[in-house]
Structure formats: C-alpha cells, structure tokens
C-alpha cells in the first residue's frame, strides 16, 4: 500500500541560504541546473517536484514556456501564491506524482528535477518518466546532495573519532552528513550515475561546491572578506566540478536513451 501526504508543506525542508556557504551552493546549484536546461523563447520545459515554484519562474522569465509538476496541494498553491506576485509570462502549474508524469512522451525539450529525488519512493521510475516525456534530442537535468561528499566523509570520521574514541558528547544537533527522515535515498554519486544512466545517455556529470556544511570551514568563510570568501568559495567549486564523488552537489544530464 502507498502512503502520500497530498497536503504536505515542505517550507522546513527546503534549506535557505543562511550562511556564506550555503547561499553559494544553492545559487551555484540553482544556475546550473536552470542553465543546462537551456531555457529560452520557444522551449518547452518541466520542472518535476517544482516545491515552491521558484525555478519554473525564472525558466519562464526567460522565455521558456514552463510546467511546474508538484503532488503537493500546499506547495502548488504556494507557488501560485509566488507566481502571483511577479510579472510576465509565468508556468502553468499542475498536481502530479514524478513516477506517473501526466504528460504525452516526448513533449518537453528539457526536463529539471532539483533537490528532490531523494524525497521521491520511485526514484527509477520516476527518472524514467523523466526519459518518457523528454524529446529524444531533448535533456534531462537532476541536481541532488551527495551524501557521500568530501565534507561528509570527513566530518563523519571526526565525529566518530570524537565520540566514540573520546567519549565526547555531540558537538552539535543534526549533522548534514545525516539523511533527513522524510528522505528515501541516500544518494551519492555512484548510485545516482547507476540509475541515470538506465534511462539518460549521460552527457553531464560534474560536481557543485565542496566542504559546505564543515563547522570550521563555514565559519571561516563567513568572516572573509567578500572578495576573498567567493575566490575560495569559487576555487573550491572548480574542484568539484572535475572531482563529482567529492562535491557536496552532484548534476547529471543528458538525453533519453533511445529506446
Ligand atoms: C526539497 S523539495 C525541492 C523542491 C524544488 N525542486 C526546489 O529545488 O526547491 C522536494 C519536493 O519534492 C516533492 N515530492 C516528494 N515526493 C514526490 C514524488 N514522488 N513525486 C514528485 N514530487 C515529489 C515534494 O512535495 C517537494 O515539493
């Protein structure tokens, strides 16, 4: 039997950027997942688990005509209530689970999922409806945490060194190398590759930003001067690109397979 929550409100877990690092690694997350869709006048794109609908607003903004697809009731009327208060051509919005896409096979030229298919039950089926409604020449972009990052391998070992060869308490409360509870996945780059590329001819598959979320690291990159934080914060990032098992965010994207 499936259990779904149709009213659920997911404002507690979309993180917002409160720190140097975080803003950095959501922007940086956000443009490039948003930028390898190629949004612009006469393109056709979905964005799956469009949440509070942000992205689907800036894919239309630039000229791109946009389906946010979200199950959630709340989040759908709160990205209307977003919509509302912005000018232009806006996405339509439509109530829709990822792995049953109520859409014909082949209708998008790019399809964007961000940050969500760690909340998803089906996570392959739903990758493959992904494959399913986007043209064969068309893309599929998935942006998703990398629980297997440099910064988690190492915080990790820390804490264990800490508390179990120390007896130290806790340092702190949730750590971000803990899979949250309303996640079904806990993907690293391995696992998300494995089951892109049954459907995806995988063109793309780099890394976004690295050590986000080291207690250290946050909290010196946070007292940097503006100019030297990014140019450290950028530095990093570049590694991450060429180094995608390392980096705190993993992108892939590419084509469907042909079938
Ligand atoms: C962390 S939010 C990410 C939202 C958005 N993509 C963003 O980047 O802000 C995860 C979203 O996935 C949606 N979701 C959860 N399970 C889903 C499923 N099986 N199919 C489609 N969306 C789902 C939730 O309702 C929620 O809006």
């Keep these: 039997m499936r259990v779904v929550d149709l009213d659920r409100d997911m404002r507690d877990v979309i993180p917002t950027g409160t720190t140097r690092d975080s803003e950095f690694l959501f922007a ?15 393109r056709r794109i979905l964005d799956v688990a469009s949440g509070f609908g942000q992205d689907a607003i800036a894919l239309a903004r630039r000229g791109a005509w946009v389906v946010g697809a979200e199950p959630s009731a709340r989040m759908t009327a709160l990205a209307a209530l977003e919509a509302g208060k912005c000018d232009g051509p ?20 790019a399809v964007i999922c961000k940050g969500a298919i760690d909340h ?8 493959a409806e992904m494959a399913r409604v986007t043209r064969p020449d068309g893309r599929v972009v998935l942006a ?31 750590r971000h190398y803990d ?17 892109a590329s049954a459907v995806l001819e995988l063109e793309v598959v780099e890394g976004i930003s690295l050590a986000w979320g080291l207690p250290g690291w946050t909290r010196s990159v946070g007292r940097l001067p503006e100019s030297a934080a990014r140019a450290s914060l950028l530095a990093l990032d570049a590694i991450a690109r060429r180094f995608p098992s390392l ?8 084509p469907p397979r042909a079938a």
């Design 28 to 42: 940086r997350m956000t443009d490039r997942t948003l930028g390898l869709a190629r949004p612009g006048p006469g």
């Design 247 to 254: 980096s705190d965010v993993v992108v892939l994207a590419g």
């Design 144 to 174: 998703i945490a990398n629980f297997d990052s440099l910064s988690c391998r190492w915080a990790r070992a820390f804490d264990g060194l800490w508390e179990q060869w120390l007896g130290r308490p806790p340092r702190r409360g949730r």
């Design 179 to 195: 899979v949250p509870q309303d996640h079904f996945t806990r993907y690293d780059l391995d696992l998300m590759r494995e089951q």
């Design 90 to 109: 806006l996405p339509a919005w439509v109530r829709g689970w990822a792995d049953g896409l109520p859409f014909a096979s082949r209708s998008f030229d």
């Design 120 to 127: 998803f039950d089906r996570p392959t089926r739903a990758i």
